[in-house]
C-alpha cells in the first residue's frame, strides 16, 4: 500500500472527504444520464470531436463558468475565514492552499477562458470569415485548456493542492518548504494549460491578419477585434516565457537542478522575475479584450460610432509595448536599488497614460449618444468609475518609494480585486449577455440581468473597499487570522458581507440563464441590440459556415452602414463552402497529455515514458494523415438559408 | 481547393499561406522561449558554486565539428528546397536525406558532448551554472531531435504521395525549422562556447 500513500491527501478535513464524495457522485451522475438519455454519440458527434469555433467557443465559456464557482468558493471560505478575529474555521495549511488555488483558477482557468471563449466566438464572425485559420489546432487548445485545469482541480482531493500562492515565489515553492505535490500540479497543470494558449495566439493572430472579410482592412476592423489581434500577439510573445519558467521549477521540484534553490548557486530572485515577465503581459492579456467588449457595447448601446478610434489602437499598441516593461514593479522592496526601481516606476506609470486615453474616448463616446440601458451597458457605466478606483491605487502603488508602505498588505489585494473585476469580470459579463442571443438564439432577462448587475457592482465596493483601509493600517495579506487588537475586525466583516452580496449576484446570473432558458422567447431577430459590426449580420442561430456569401466591408460599422446607408453587404452567387472535417484525435491528445502530466506530478516514471510516447503518436498520426476536409454544396447552402431566413 | 499556379507550390493554396504565416508566427514564440533561456544562461553563468566553469569544461573540436556539421546542414536543406521548386524529387530527397544525416551526426557528437561533461562532474544538479547549460543545450538537441523525425516523415510523404501542394507547403515549413535551429545555434556557439571559453 506504500505506493498508494502519495495519492493521499497531507492535510484532510471532513469538507476534503466531502467534496470526494460529491465529486465522485457527480461523475456517475453524468454518466448515468448520458446513458440514460442515450447522449454519448451526440456529446462525441457534436462537442468532443468538432472543430466549430463556434462550439469551441461555447465549451470555453462552460469550463470559465464552472471554475468562476470553484474559486468563488475559496473566496468565500478565505472572507469567511478572517471575518472575525482568531477564526478557527481554517488552519493555517488549508488558507494557504486556498489563496494559491483561488489566484491560479481565477486568473488562468476562469478569465483567460472567458475571454479566449468570445473571441473564439465573436472574432470569426467579426471580420467576416468562416473559421479560424487552424479549427483543429484551435480544439487541441481547448482540450490542453480543459484537462490543464482539470488537472489543477483535482490536486484537492488527490495529493494536496499548491499552497505557495498564486504566483508560487521561490525558495518556498522548493521541495524544501512545499512538500506535498501540491506545486507539481501548479507546474504541470499550468505548462499544459499555457502550451494551450500559445496556439490559440498563433491561431487567432493568423486569422484575424489573413481572413478578413474583402475591403476590411486593419484600420477597418471592429475595436474588439483589434483588441483581440494586440492581445495574440502578448500571448505569443509572453508565453513562451511562462513555458520555460514553469520547466525550471518543475525540474528543480523533481530532478534536483538549481535554478531558484538558496545553495549551489540557484538565484530564488530569478523566478519572481522570470514569473513577471509573463505575468505582467498576463494581465493586459486579460484586460485589453475587456477594453475590446466595452468599446462594441458601449458604441452599441450610445447609438454612436466609437470616438477616437485611432486612438483606441495606438493606446492598446503602447500598452503592448510598455506591458513588457513594468515587471519589477511587483517586487519592489526586494531589493533591486533605487535605480531600477525609478526606472520601473517610471514604465508604471506611463501606462496610466494610454489607459486614460481609452477611458476619455468611451466618456466621449457616450457624450451626446441617445444612451440606452441594457444589461450589458449598464456593466460598461459601472465599470468606468469602479475600475478608475483600481487604477488609480495602481498608480499609487506604481511610485516605488510609498510602495514600501502598501507592498503586501490588503491594500494590494484591494487595488487587482478592483481592477481585474469592473475590468475584466463586469467586461466578460457584459459580453456574455450581449452575445448570449447569437450564441443560444434568445436573450436573457434584462430586469434579472440588471438586478445581478448591481448587486455584483455593490458586493465588490462592499468588499474591496475596506481593505484599502486595513492595509493601510497595516493588514498583512495572505494571513490566515489576526489578533483582536489589531481592530481589523470590522473592516474584515464588512468584506464577507460584501462577498456574499457578490455571491448572490453571481448565483442571480445563475438564476437567470435558468430562469430564461425556460421562460424567453425564441422569435428574436438576427440582431435584436441593433449593433454595428459583423457578426450581427448573419443569421440566428448561426450557421456553421457562418456566411453564406462572404461580406463586403468599406468601413468600421460594415452592418451600420447597410442597415443606414443602404451598403450592400452580401454580393454574389451561393457557391461551395469548404469546411474542415471533425476529428477525435485533439480530445484523445488532451487526455494523453492530462495522463502525463499526473504521471509527472507524481514521478511515475513508466507512465510518464508512455504517454510521452503516446503524445508524438499522436502528432505523427496527424502528420501521415489525409483530410482535405468537405464541402457544403449549394443546395445545402439555399436550403439551410431559406430555413434560417423563415425563423426570422 | 483553388490552386495559384503563378506562385511556388507551396504557396499555391490559401491553406498554404495561412499555414506558413502561422509557422512565422510560432517561429517568433520560439525566438522568445530561446531568449528566456539566454537570459536566464547570462544571469547564471558565473554561478558555479565551486563546481566546473565554462572555460574548465568547454573544448573547441567537438563544438568546431557539431557547428560544421549543424550549418552545412541549413545548407543542404536549402538546396533541396530549392530543388523542390524545380520540380526535382529525386534531388530534393537526396538533399533532406543529407540533411537528416548532418543533423544526426550533430546530435551524436552532442551525447558524447554531454556524457562528457557528466564524467567531468558538470552534471544536471552540480550548480546554476551546469542546471541551466545542459538545459539551453538539451533544449535545443530537443528540436533538433524531434525535427529529425518530422524530416523523415516528410521524406517517407513526399515519397509515397509526390510534390503536391501539401507536401511542399511541409517540407518548405520544415526548412524554415531547420534553418531556426541553425540560427539558435550561431547564439549558443558565439554566447556560450566562444564567450565561456575566453
Known sequence: MDYFDRF??????????????????????????????????????EWLTTVDHKRIGIMYLISALLMLFRGGVDAIMLRAQLSVPENKLLDAQHYNEIFSTHGVVMILFMAMPFIIALMNFVVPLQIGARDVAFPRLNALSFWLFFMGAMLFNISFVVGGSPDAGWTSYFPLAGNEFSESVGTNYYMIAIQIAGIGTLMTGINFMTTILRMRAPGMTLMKMPMFTWSSLITNLIIVFAFPVLTVTLAMGTMDRLFGTNFFTTDNGGMDMLWANLFWVWGHPEVYILILPAFGIYSEVISTFARRNLYGYKSMVASMVAISFLSFLVWAHHFFTMGQGALTNSIFS??????????????????LTLWKGKIVITTPMLYSLLFIPLFTLGGVTGVMLGMSA?????????????????????????????????YWPKMFGFMLNER????????????TLVAFMPMFFSGLDG????????SESTGFGIYNMISFIGALVLAVGFVLIVYNIYYSTRYA??????????ARSLEWATHTPVPEYNFAILPQVNSTEALWDAKKKGHVLFKGEYEKIHMPNNSGVPFIMGCIFFAWGF?????????????????????????????????????????????????? | MKIDNSLPLEYSTEENRLKVLGFWIFLGAEIMLFATLFATYFTLFDRTAGGPTGAEIFEITPVLIETILLLTSSFTIGLGIHAMRLGNKKAMLSFFAITLLLGAGFLGFEIFEFVTYVHEGAGLQTSAFTSILLTTLGTHGAHVTLGLFWGLFIILQVKKRGLTPETANKSFIFSLYWHFLDVVWIFIFSFIYLKGMM
Not at chain 1, 493588514?475 to 489576526?482: K, P
Open chain 1, 475 to 482: 493588514q498583512a495579506r495572505r494571513m490566515y487570522t489576526y
Open chain 1, 402 to 434: 510609498a510602495d514600501y508602505q502598501y507592498h503586501n498588505t490588503m491594500f494590494l489585494v484591494a487595488h487587482f480585486h478592483m481592477v481585474i473585476i469592473p475590468g475584466v469580470i463586469f467586461a466578460m459579463l457584459a459580453g456574455l449577455t450581449y
Open chain 1, 521 to 530: 422567447s425564441r422569435d428574436i431577430s438576427s440582431d435584436p441590440w441593433d
Open chain 1, 599 to 648: 504521471s509527472f506530478v507524481f514521478g511515475m516514471w513508466i507512465p510518464l515514458i508512455l504517454t510521452t510516447i503516446g503524445i508524438f503518436a499522436c502528432m505523427a498520426l496527424r502528420s501521415f494523415e489525409k483530410d482535405h476536409g468537405r464541402y457544403i454544396s449549394v443546395e445545402e447552402i439555399e436550403e439551410t438559408e431559406t430555413k434560417l431566413r423563415g425563423a426570422n
Open chain 1, 448 to 459: 434579472i440581468g440588471k438586478w445581478a448587475a448591481w448587486l455584483i457592482a455593490i458586493g
Open chain 1, 8 to 45: 493521499a491527501i497531507p492535510h484532510p478535513s471532513p469538507v476534503i472527504y466531502a467534496s470526494m464524495v460529491a465529486i465522485g457522485i457527480t461523475v456517475l451522475a453524468i454518466i448515468a444520464g448520458l446513458t440514460y438519455f442515450k447522449k454519448w454519440g451526440y456529446l462525441w458527434r
Open chain 1, 346 to 363: 517610471i514604465t508604471t506609470m506611463a501606462i496610466a497614460v494610454p489607459t486614460g486615453v481609452k477611458i476619455f474616448n468611451w466618456l
